[in-house]
């Protein structure tokens, strides 16, 4: 009787100790559970898509759980997008206006308006043109100029007061063809649609065969500046307030400088 107490004695504790090592080993510890997937949508100037995508990647490395999607376009566009309802947890507009006109109606939080980012205007056209400089665009055998629409394209606005204060927008105007955002622009002179075009510094770094003539005059129009805002609709304060001071660290900085940018430290 007392051998067979023993071994019951024994096979409980070899089952125990059984037990504790397969927990040791974690084979029957819960998985802890995954972090919510947290979705955030930045409305964003058409000028910043190649900046901005890869800039994506690196903070994905740092955040996993973090899904972000872009809706790039003209500034203007965005803007009326905004007012309208659609939905968007950021917006970064090429031009102050634009993100004035939302604040005067409510729809930004106030204190997170930073300037992000600057640019400069330059004229660009084919590599083989023979165009030296903004006094030839008015030549005869320039055809066709583009730039973005002015109401509603920040880089537009731009180009019209650069003209307007080298005394060519009115010589120019049956010669303009107007693009939806700037990025068109560029595509219209890659292809030899149009002459020559006016566009951002960061946007002629991505051009293909092409080359910039030269820059506006930096007192022909007002300082480029790019500000970014939180939208007070916006479900996800906090993960939109930590990729906000992603875009203004050093690392954002380097990235968007690699692209033409100027960042602007706040």
Same mark, same amino acid.
Request: charged share 25%.
């Given at each position: 009787?007392?051998? @067979?107490?023993?071994?019951?004695?024994?096979?409980?504790?070899? =089952?125990?100790?059984?037990?504790?090592?397969?927990?040791?080993?974690?084979?029957?510890?819960?998985?802890?559970?995954?972090?919510?997937?947290? !979705?955030?949508?930045?409305?964003?100037?058409?000028?910043?898509?190649?900046?901005?995508?890869?800039?994506?990647?690196?903070?994905? !490395?740092?955040? #996993?759980?973090?899904?972000?999607?872009?809706?790039?376009?003209?500034?203007?566009?965005?803007?009326? #997008?905004?007012?309208?309802?659609?939905?968007?947890?950021?917006?970064?507009?090429?031009?102050?206006?634009?993100?004035?006109?939302?604040?005067?109606?409510?729809?930004?939080?106030?204190?997170?308006?930073?300037?992000?980012?600057?640019?400069?205007?330059?004229? @660009?056209?084919?590599?083989?043109?023979?165009?030296?400089?903004?006094?030839?665009?008015?030549?005869?055998?320039?055809?066709?100029?583009?730039?973005?629409?002015?109401?509603?394209?920040?880089?537009?606005?731009?180009?019209?007061?650069?003209?307007?204060?080298?005394?060519?927008?009115?010589?120019?105007?049956?010669?303009?063809?107007?693009?939806?955002?700037?990025?068109?622009?560029?595509?219209?002179?890659?292809?030899?649609?149009?002459?020559?075009?006016?566009?951002?510094?960061?946007?002629?770094?991505?051009?293909?065969? @092409?080359?910039?003539?030269?820059?506006?005059?930096?007192?022909?129009?007002?300082?480029?500046?790019?500000?970014?805002?939180?939208?007070?609709?916006?479900?996800?304060?906090?993960?939109?307030?930590?990729?906000?001071?992603?875009?203004?660290?050093?690392?954002?900085?380097?990235? =968007?400088?690699?692209?033409? =940018?100027?960042?602007?430290?706040?």
């Amino acid at each position: 009787m007392k051998k @067979i107490i023993t071994l019951l004695i024994m096979s409980v504790l070899m =089952f125990t100790v059984w037990t504790g090592c397969g927990d040791a080993k974690g084979q029957d510890a819960p998985t802890q559970p995954k972090a919510e997937p947290i !979705n955030l949508t930045i409305s964003a100037a058409a000028s910043l898509k190649d900046a901005a995508e890869e800039l994506k990647g690196l903070y994905a !490395n740092e955040h #996993q759980n973090v899904n972000i999607t872009y809706n790039f376009g003209a500034s203007g566009t965005l803007q009326k #997008q905004i007012e309208e309802g659609a939905p968007a947890d950021l917006f970064i507009s090429a031009g102050t206006k634009q993100m004035d006109a939302l604040d005067e109606k409510g729809l930004i939080v106030k204190e997170s308006r930073k300037d992000l980012l600057g640019n400069d205007l330059v004229l @660009i056209t084919k590599k083989d043109s023979q165009i030296a400089g903004f006094e030839e665009l008015s030549k005869p055998e320039v055809d066709k100029i583009s730039i973005g629409t002015p109401e509603s394209v920040p880089a537009g606005q731009y180009a019209k007061d650069a003209l307007t204060s080298m005394n060519l927008w009115d010589k120019l105007q049956p010669k303009l063809v107007l693009a939806k955002d700037v990025r068109q622009v560029l595509t219209y002179v890659e292809t030899g649609n149009v002459a020559a075009g006016m566009v951002y510094s960061s946007d002629a770094v991505m051009g293909k065969d @092409i080359k910039v003539v030269t820059a506006a005059p930096a007192d022909s129009h007002k300082p480029i500046v790019y500000p970014m805002a939180i939208l007070k609709d916006t479900k996800q304060q906090r993960a939109v307030e930590d990729f906000v001071a992603f875009l203004l660290g050093e690392e954002a900085a380097k990235v =968007f400088e690699k692209y033409g =940018f100027k960042a602007i430290k706040n």
